[in-house]
C-alpha cells in the first residue's frame, strides 16, 4: 500500500475526529431549570406569593420614579439616587420573575443557550449596577453627615450624573466581559440548571470546557464590583457613626441618625443574603438553601426597599399625599 493512500487515510480520520469534537461541543442548545422540585406540591399558593410580590415590586417602584421625577420636594441627590436604585431592582425582577413563574407552575421549564446568557447578563448588570448606588448613596450620606457646610458644593449636579453615569456603564462594561468568556464555553451536557435562573455558578458547572478565564474573570470582578464598594460604605459608615456620637443631644443624634437608617437597613439586607449566597459552597446540601437566600435579593429586597425608604420618610409622605391629591382633582375636573 503506497505512503500516499496512508496519508489519505490519516487526513480523513483528522477530519472525522474534528467533526465528532464539533457535534459534542454543540449539542446543548438549550437549558432545562428545575426551579423548587421540593415545593412542586404547594407550587399555586407559592407561585401565587412570587407573582404577588412581582406585581406589588414593579408598582411599588415605578410610583418611586414617577415620584422622584415629578415632586419638587425630592429634588436632592438621594431621592436621584433613589430613583435610579428603583430603576435597576425593576430590571433585576422583570428579568428573572417572569421566567421564575413559569419555571413553578411547569415545575420546569427550558430555556435557549441565548435565552439563558441574556437572563445572566441582565442579572449582573442589575446586581452590579445596585452595588455601586447603594454606594454613590453612602457617599452622599457621608456628605450630607460628615460634611455638612460642603454638601451643597460638593454634591453637585455634575457629580451625583456621573456617579449614576458611572454605575451603569460600568456595570453594563464589566458584565459584557464576562457574558464573551461564558458565551465561547462548549455545553456538551447534562443540560439541566437546578436552580430558578441562569445563575453563573450552576451555568458553569455544566460546561464541558476549561472555565479558568471565567473563574478569574469572576475573582477579579468580585473584587471590583462587590468587595471595594462594600469596604468603602463601612469606611463612610464608621466616619459616619463617629460624627453621630460626636453630636452633644440625644435628639440631634437621633434626627441625624434617620436620615441614614434607611439605606443602612437595605446595604445590610442586600450585601448580607449576596455575600452568605456566595460563601456557601453551591454543591450538595446547601443547593435549596442558596435558592431560597437568593430569593431573598432577587425578589424580597426590591420589594422591601421602597418601604424602607418611605417609612419614616416625611418628604416622601407629603409627595405621596400631592401627587394623589393632584390625580384626585384631574379626575374631578375629567
Known sequence: MSP???????????????????????????????GFPALNDYKLPFFSIIFLMYCMTICENLFIIVLVSTSQRLRSPMYFFLGHLALSDIIQVSNIVPKMLNVIIMKESSISFAGCISQFYLYGVSVSAECFLLTAMSYDRYLAICKPLHY????????????????????????????????????????????????????????????????????????????????????????????????????GRQKTFSTCSAHLVVVSTYYGSMLIIYMVPYRGHSLTVNKFISLTYIVLTPLLNPFIYSLRNKEIHSSIITYLMVCNKKNILW
Open 152 to 251: 451643597i458644593s460638593m454634591m453637585s449636579v455634575k457629580l451625583r450624573y456621573g456617579l449614576v453615569i458611572s454605575s451603569w456603564v460600568l456595570s453594563f462594561m464589566f458584565i459584557l466581559i464576562t457574558l464573551v468568556l461564558v458565551y465561547n464555553l462548549d455545553f456538551c451536557g447534562p443540560n439541566m440548571i437546578n436552580h430558578f435562573f441562569c445563575d453563573l455558578s450552576p451555568l458553569l458547572e455544566l460546561s464541558c470546557s476549561d472555565t479558568t478565564d471565567v473563574a478569574i474573570d469572576i475573582l477579579v470582578h468580585s473584587v471590583l464590583i462587590v468587595l471595594l464598594p462594600f469596604s468603602f460604605i463601612i469606611v463612610t459608615y464608621v466616619c459616619i457613626f463617629i460624627t453621630i456620637f460626636g453630636i452633644p443631644s440625644t435628639s
Open 4 to 34: 500516499h493512500h496512508y496519508s489519505s487515510q490519516e487526513t480523513s480520520i483528522e477530519l472525522l475526529e474534528m467533526k465528532v469534537h464539533v457535534e459534542n461541543s454543540t449539542t446543548v442548545t438549550e437549558f432545562l431549570i428545575l
